[in-house]
């Protein structure tokens, strides 16, 4: 069966979904491709990160990602191993593993993030840009809204090393 989606144009700093949706950091999260373009199969989104930030350690039970760096270096935990992911490189996060990131590079970042199968993670950071927009220091909120997207957050974000 041919597919029957239309080919549309996305421009630097454009989003698929009405609004941007917020992130770690305050930073705005853009979705390039959404699942509603895609029959939920997968959604790519673009990640600003800001430096020595990242999400908690944390799992997907539905959701693998994929991250490929645009600018910035970044941290990252995948199970027990660590990465170090400089721009051009990628890096998988399989789903029922848990992973995490964090910008070591001192300066903002931008990754794109490929979610399969798509739908619950845009889901997810519509409602936690509403949760960090009126209480960004909200844990137990933090915590509700992974659990209703079938995440969970496992342990804590990477640490910040002391500069030298």
Same mark, same amino acid.
């Given at each position: 069966?041919?597919?029957?989606?239309?080919? &549309?144009? =996305?421009?630097? +700093?454009? /989003?698929?979904? *009405?609004?941007? !949706?917020?992130?770690?950091?305050?930073?705005? @999260? #853009?979705?390039?491709?959404?699942?509603?373009?895609?029959?939920?199969?997968?959604?790519?989104?673009?990640?600003?990160?800001?430096?020595?930030?990242?999400?908690?350690?944390?799992?997907?039970?539905?959701?693998?990602?994929?991250?490929?760096?645009?600018?910035?270096?970044?941290?990252?935990?995948?199970?027990?191993?660590? &990465?170090? =992911?400089?721009? +051009?490189? /990628?890096?998988? *996060?399989?789903? !029922?593993?848990?992973?995490?990131?964090?910008? @070591? #590079?001192?300066?903002?970042?931008?990754?794109?993030?490929?979610?399969?199968?798509?739908?619950?993670?845009?889901?997810?950071?519509?409602?936690?840009?509403?949760?960090?927009?009126?209480?960004?220091?909200?844990?137990?909120?933090?915590?509700?809204?992974?659990?209703?997207?079938?995440?969970?957050?496992?342990?804590?974000?990477?640490?910040?090393?002391?500069?030298?």
């Amino acid at each position: 069966m041919p597919n029957a989606a239309k080919p &549309f144009l =996305v421009g630097a +700093g454009e /989003s698929r979904t *009405a609004s941007k !949706l917020g992130g770690l950091g305050g930073n705005m @999260i #853009s979705v390039k491709v959404s699942g509603a373009d895609t029959g939920n199969q997968y959604a790519v989104l673009e990640l600003p990160s800001t430096p020595d930030l990242g999400p908690p350690l944390h799992v997907h039970w539905i959701e693998d990602e994929w991250f490929y760096v645009l600018e910035g270096e970044h941290e990252f935990q995948v199970a027990c191993d660590r &990465f170090r =992911v400089a721009p +051009g490189d /990628s890096i998988f *996060a399989p789903r !029922l593993v848990p992973h995490t990131w964090r910008n @070591i #590079s001192g300066r903002p970042g931008k990754m794109l993030c490929v979610a399969q199968p798509a739908g619950r993670l845009e889901a997810f950071f519509a409602e936690l840009s509403v949760l960090f927009s009126s209480d960004p220091t909200n844990i137990g909120g933090m915590k509700a809204v992974f659990e209703r997207y079938d995440m969970q957050i496992v342990g804590p974000p990477l640490a910040s090393q002391p500069r030298s």
